[in-house]
Every structure is written in structure tokens, then in C-alpha cells.
């Protein structure tokens, strides 16, 4: 073995040894932000017996059609207002390249037939090709759906549930004592949510599962070189996407539910250790049934919705944004730490990129 190759040798170890360093100091980081958040929330009384259990979001004797209406109204609209859009703008789908079937190239012990036969051979492609809407197209789809989504929500809550979005803590009362509760879970969540992420793409890896490494909007963010394109999906990301997710999933599916669990009913006090003066408490739900099962099931749901390879992560975030919601009845605190969830996603992408 020559010097040279000695000194190649070394210096490879030594950029390796490089990079392992940086790794494991950016593990320790997160790890130690991780630690710190959890004493953060160990602060608020996250951790505290009860804390889960907040202010009623519906009355006792208030009928939960009203509530399954308005959510069935804001599912429809979402649904339908892409092809009502693509309908009224005379956007059409522009077909994708042809792909052919494969050719057999397996030989065979069967004679070949070189006689000529009068039915025509086909040519065409055996693979139909797949129409697809262009980029704007889609941001646009996607934006569109989300605020029909908002403003049905809205309207219909007005029209058929009067004062039913302020008792949902989503009224303009409301909104600076989210932006509080929100900014101290952003820093408890953000920290939480990047180990969780990390330990997710671990396993994905250890079970040798591939899987896309970003969602389709920030596919479309990295590969556009148009400023308004960019800003519209910013736009869609952070502020729109988190206000439709939070009315649609924490606002009425996770109400619903805990209505349906007992958490509304009868008894039910923002204290578990305070009973009513009349009232048996032994016949009242348990906290776990009336509260987190609520925030389970409705977590189970947001994921579903969205790419599987994101499962946990995303499970995790609505278990936080389900907990937040609960405790407090603040349906703008929720909103503010999906929009600062969804922004720092962004901007490390972006910053990943080299396009900040």
C-alpha cells in the first residue's frame, strides 16, 4: 500500500469521523430541546391528573344533529368544490405520456405462425394514458377545496347554530388567548414532533419501507421558479390547510365524539374531583372515555388522511392539537400551533433546498 493511498484513507476517516460528529451533536440537540419541552409542559400541568378536562363545548340538552349537519355540509362542499371549480373555469386535465405494455421476450417451444392473416395488427399502446391537472392546477384545487370547506363551515354554523362557533372557541373573543395558548405549545409540540419525526424515518428505515421523502405540495414547492406559485402554496400550507383541518377535525369530529362519550353531559364540571351538589358522579363517564378517547379516535381519523409514511408523526401532532383542545376549548390555540407545525415544515424544506 503506497503513502498516497494511506493519506486518502486517512483523510475519508476523517471526513467520516467528520460528519458522525455532526450527526451526534444534532441528535443531542434535539434531544435536549425534547427534554426541555417536556419540563416546559411538566410546567403547564400537561402531565397533572384531570388536565385533559376543560369547558363544555356543547350544552346538555343541545342536539347533535345540528353539529353531524353542519360538519356533513363542510365534508360536501370540500368534496365538491374542486369539480364545481374545474367545471366553471373550463380548466381540462392534460394526458400524460403513453406507456406501452411490456413485450414477452420468453422463448417458447411452439412453432411460429408466419402465415398472413386479414385482421389488422394493433399498435396502439395497450396502457391507457392517465390524465392530470398541471401544477397551478393543483395548488389552485387544493386551496379552493380547503376555504369552500371554511365558508360552508361557517355559514352553516351561523345559519343553523346560532353563538355555535364561539361555544366551539372559535370566536373573535377568543382569538388573543389562543394565540397565547398556541405559541407555548408550538414550543413544547415543535421539539416533540422533530424526535418523533426522527424516530419515525429511523423505523421506516430499519424495515427497509421506501417511501416519497415529502408531500406532493412541497414536491410542487421545490420544483416551481414561480414566486406566486410558491407563495400560493405557502399561503395553502400555513394558513388555510390548519383553519380547515380545525374546524373539520378538532372543531366538530372530536365534539361530536366526546359529546357522544358523555363529555358534555349532565355533571360534567372543568374540575373530575369537583362533583355537583345532586348529581351521582359514580354514573358519569371517566375521563378517559369522555376526553381522550375523543382525541384517539378523532387522531386516528387526521392521520388517515394523510400519506401513510407520515402516520406517526401526524397521529402524534393531533394527539397534541386533541389534548390543547380539549383543556382549554380554544379552537384558535389549535389553529396557531397547526400554522406554526405546518410554517416550520416549510421553512426547513425550503432551507434544505437552499431557496429560503
Avoid at 30 to 53: C, E, K, P, Q
Wanted: aromatic share 8%; with cysteine; hydrophobic share 55%.
Amino acid at each position: 500500500m503506497t503513502l498516497d493511498r494511506i493519506g486518502f484513507m486517512s483523510i475519508q476517516l476523517a471526513v467520516a469521523a467528520a460528519e458522525g460528529s455532526i450527526v451526534f451533536a444534532s441528535y443531542a440537540f434535539v434531544g435536549a430541546l425534547a427534554l426541555l419541552a417536556i419540563g416546559l409542559a411538566w410546567g403547564v400541568g400537561v402531565f397533572r391528573r384531570g388536565s385533559v378536562v376543560g369547558p363544555a363545548r356543547m350544552l346538555p340538552d343541545e342536539p347533535w344533529q345540528v353539529l353531524v349537519g353542519v360538519l356533513g355540509m363542510t365534508v360536501l362542499t370540500w368534496a365538491l368544490a374542486p369539480s364545481i371549480y374545474v367545471a366553471l373555469a373550463g380548466v381540462e386535465a392534460q394526458p400524460a405520456a403513453p406507456t406501452s405494455a411490456p413485450v414477452d421476450m420468453t422463448p417458447t417451444s411452439a412453432p411460429i405462425d408466419t402465415a398472413p392473416t386479414s385482421a389488422p395488427v394493433d399498435a396502439t399502446p395497450t396502457t391507457k394514458p392517465v390524465a392530470r391537472f398541471d401544477t397551478v392546477t393543483l395548488v389552485t384545487l387544493n386551496a379552493v377545496a380547503a376555504s369552500a370547506g371554511i365558508l360552508a363551515c361557517v355559514l352553516t354554523s351561523i345559519a343553523w347554530r346560532p353563538r355555535g362557533l364561539t361555544r366551539l372557541g372559535f370566536g373573535w373573543t377568543s382569538l388573543a388567548r389562543g394565540v397565547l395558548i398556541g405559541a407555548v405549545g408550538t414550543l413544547i409540540v415543535l421539539p416533540l414532533m422533530t424526535t418523533v419525526g426522527i424516530l419515525t424515518a429511523g423505523l421506516w428505515e430499519l424495515l427497509g419501507v421506501e417511501h416519497p421523502n415529502e408531500h406532493d405540495l412541497l414536491r410542487i414547492l421545490g420544483e416551481s421558479k414561480e414566486p406566486w406559485l410558491r407563495e400560493r402554496i405557502i399561503l395553502t400550507a400555513v394558513v388555510i390547510a390548519p383553519l380547515a383541518e380545525e374546524l373539520l377535525f378538532r372543531g366538530h369530529v372530536q365534539t361530536l365524539a366526546a359529546k357522544a362519550l358523555g363529555a358534555f353531559g349532565p355533571g360534567r364540571t372543568a374540575r373530575p374531583d369537583v362533583a355537583l351538589s345532586g348529581v351521582d358522579m359514580s354514573t358519569q363517564p371517566s375521563v378517559f372515555r369522555a376526553r381522550w378517547l375523543p382525541i384517539v379516535l378523532t387522531s386516528l381519523m387526521f392521520a388517515a388522511v394523510h400519506p401513510w409514511w407520515t402516520f406517526p408523526p401526524i397521529f402524534f401532532l393531533s394527539v397534541c392539537l386533541g389534548y390543547v383542545y380539549e383543556r382549554t376549548g380554544n379552537l384558535w390555540a389549535c389553529v396557531i400551533l397547526h400554522a406554526a407545525f405546518n410554517a416550520s415544515s416549510v421553512m426547513i424544506f425550503l432551507a434544505q433546498r437552499g431557496t429560503i
